[in-house]
């Protein structure tokens, strides 16, 4: 049988679909068939156990990570509503230009006007919750943003930042 490129995809998506879900018994677990062995002769337990090295896809909606109440979504619609312009002119992708598109201004004083609000003033910090906080992940539409991104651009607007949070504490 001819081999193909797609073979290693082919058995992660068949172990997912056909052994997934949980339902494997890990190599490390005490068995005896797939089942624990009772101490005092009875019946031995059937038991589902987590496999958390299977590999799966997961359909999410985004919208659904935080409710319709949550302060992340009150701090986007706030940013939403200020003139960032001081922001944008300092921004130096353009369209039909060479480089990488610079991220929205917006969101990044949305990330850290969020962080402070939670006591995180680390770029390292964001960059790890954007990977598990559902308001962080929510508020970057999923993207995992590089450390280094968040604190160049804290760097170059350290005073507007600090008088952006000042006032909306003070708000």
């Given at each position: 049988?001819?081999?193909?490129l ?6 992660i998506f ?6 997934g879900f949980?339902?494997n018994?890990p190599?490390d677990?005490?068995?005896s ?8 002769g009875d019946?031995a ?11 799966c896809?997961?359909m999410l909606?985004?919208e ?9 979504r009150a ?7 200020l003139?960032?312009?001081a ?5 130096g992708?353009?369209e ?7 991220y929205?201004p ?6 850290w006007i ?8 680390s770029?390292?910090?964001i960059?790890?919750r954007?990977?598990f906080?559902?308001g962080?992940r929510?508020?970057a539409g ?18 507007v930042l ?5 006032q909306?504490?003070?708000a």
């Amino acid at each position: 049988m001819k081999k193909s490129l797609l073979d290693p995809f082919r058995a992660i998506f068949m172990s997912v679909i056909w052994g997934g879900f949980g339902m494997n018994n890990p190599p490390d677990a005490p068995r005896s068939g797939g089942v624990f062995d009772t101490p005092s002769g009875d019946p031995a337990l059937r038991l589902i156990y987590a496999d958390r090295r299977q590999l799966c896809w997961t359909m999410l909606d985004v919208e659904l990570l935080v409710g319709p109440d949550d302060s992340v979504r009150a701090i986007w619609e706030l940013v939403g509503r200020l003139d960032l312009s001081a922001f944008a002119s300092r921004v130096g992708s353009f369209e039909g230009a060479a480089g990488r598109p610079a991220y929205d201004p917006a969101l990044l004083v949305s990330l850290w006007i969020y962080a402070y609000s939670r006591r995180i003033g680390s770029a390292r910090e964001i960059e790890r919750r954007l990977a598990f906080d559902p308001g962080f992940r929510w508020l970057a539409g999923l993207m995992i943003i590089n450390h280094h991104t968040l604190s160049d651009f804290r760097v170059a607007h350290h005073s507007v930042l600090d008088l952006l949070f000042t006032q909306l504490l003070a708000a």
